[in-house]
């Protein structure tokens, strides 16, 4: 099955997703050459100005030609995307308030859909130690529509609880998503 750029073999480019939702940071990620193309979401414009004027060094990513912006609600973007990503990434605020429908059903759809084959994605999923519950749903009604879902988590002090977490998912449900991220 040659999928996910040849199973991560990377014998070509990737095309890559970013939601990002104020972690403009992700596009940093350009100085790898692999990257074919960079879509970033954000929902708020003045956050991008701010990310200019005062991280220039974190900002980098929006001078690179294969950067992409939209600048407005990601959900309403999914909605209209006819592009297949290897990777999409969605680095939202908590499940509550504006970006509520980034942790629906509708959206987890829209996002297999938008999957290359053998794609990944990786969505922020709440810390496990604090919000059990809502991790326990999002894993569940993912299954449903991905195949292949892992929780991982990241120790960052500044968060609450100390860490936050990842759901990761994959499509075919032979595909196991990778453990190690140096081998994406």
């Not at 939202?92 to 987890?108: R, V």
Request: some cysteine; aromatic content about 10%.
């Amino acid at each position: 099955m040659g999928s996910f750029r040849q199973q991560r073999g990377m014998s070509s480019l990737i095309k890559r997703l970013s939601h990002t939702f104020r972690c403009f940071h992700t596009l940093t990620l350009v100085k790898f050459s692999l990257l074919e193309e960079v879509t970033l979401c954000e929902i708020d414009g003045e956050v991008i100005n701010a990310a200019k004027n005062y991280m220039p060094e974190m900002a980098v990513g929006f001078n690179d030609p294969r950067v992409k912006v939209f600048v407005g609600d990601g959900l309403e973007f999914m909605r209209k995307s006819q592009t297949k990503y290897d990777v999409i990434i969605t680095d939202s605020s908590d499940p509550i308030g504006p970006a509520e429908g980034l942790f629906g059903k509708e959206y987890y759809q829209l996002l297999k859909s938008s999957l290359a084959p053998g794609g990944v994605v990786c969505s922020q999923a709440e810390s496990i130690w604090l919000h059990l519950d809502t991790v326990k749903q999002l894993i569940g009604f993912k299954k449903d529509i991905i195949p292949v879902v892992s929780y991982a988590y990241a120790t960052v002090p500044s968060y609450p609880g100390g860490s936050i977490g990842f759901l990761i998912c994959s499509d075919p449900p032979s595909q196991k998503p990778p453990r190690d991220p140096s081998k994406i």
